[in-house]
């Protein structure tokens, strides 16, 4: 058994309701539309710290690279501490832009030194995890802190297995249904949300329990950008032809791709 599967609420979190890669990219095409459009006109520039070309930030310094008036302020009402995975690439990431959008947005590496007290609470699929509208008022209010674990499903054990030895009684956090809208196929359920959208509907669900009636649709906001970016290189890149069948192919050559390198380890291990 995987270290993630002793925590994770397997019971909600089947991997039974996948969809193809046409379907999933019409669903993110269909969702992103109701945003505005993005419009940053950004070109690649140097990176002032490790002098890498970078559009619009660099993650792995935490430097952005467009003027800040072209970017959303959000003023959250809990702080939150984004623990991303050191073996996850920061370009990666659909949570640690984040922290351009927020100084309420804290970002660090894991491995790393990290304290939490009893008004912190995790959000993740903890199997001893809580709905936000299961907790009384009075546990709501004394929330102080958001913790969000960013890196791929399979790297997160080793940060719950960190968390849980350092803090036993950690409070743990779980969402209401909601589907990914992540545009790439996965193997996993819809329900594995990217982990910008866990953190939006967190702070969504936590302004409707606090009855402030909140938009943090701001979240999104690299997020979204992201996509049309995607979106756009893909339409240049299939010219008349069909979009979504230039993804299924680049979909398939990445299959073969990985096959083909299966089979050759194999045969170095026969030589």
Known sequence: MHIRDKYIDRVTYKDTD??????QF??????????????LQAEKIRCPKCNQL???YCLKCGELLVDKQSIP????PLNLLILHHDKEKHQKSSAIPAKFLSAQVEV????CDFEFDEYTYVLYPHQNAKYIKDLSLEEIQSI????AIDCTWHQTGAILETIQKKYPNQKYLKLEDYQTYFWRYQHHSLKCLATIEAIYYCYQEYSKAMKQ???YCNLLFFYKYTFQQIKEALKKEAGNSNVYEKIDQKKQRR???KLNAKKEKQFLKLI
């Open 144 to 147: 102080k802190k958001f913790v």
């Open 18 to 23: 996948q969809i193809s890669n046409e379907e």
């Open 255 to 257: 299959l073969n791709s």
């Open 213 to 215: 009636n909140k938009d």
């Open 26 to 39: 019409k669903r993110a095409n269909e969702f992103f539309q109701q945003l505005p459009d993005i419009d």
């Open 54 to 56: 970078h559009k619009v």
């Open 73 to 76: 302020k959000i003023e959250l």
């Open 108 to 111: 660090k590496d894991f491995p």
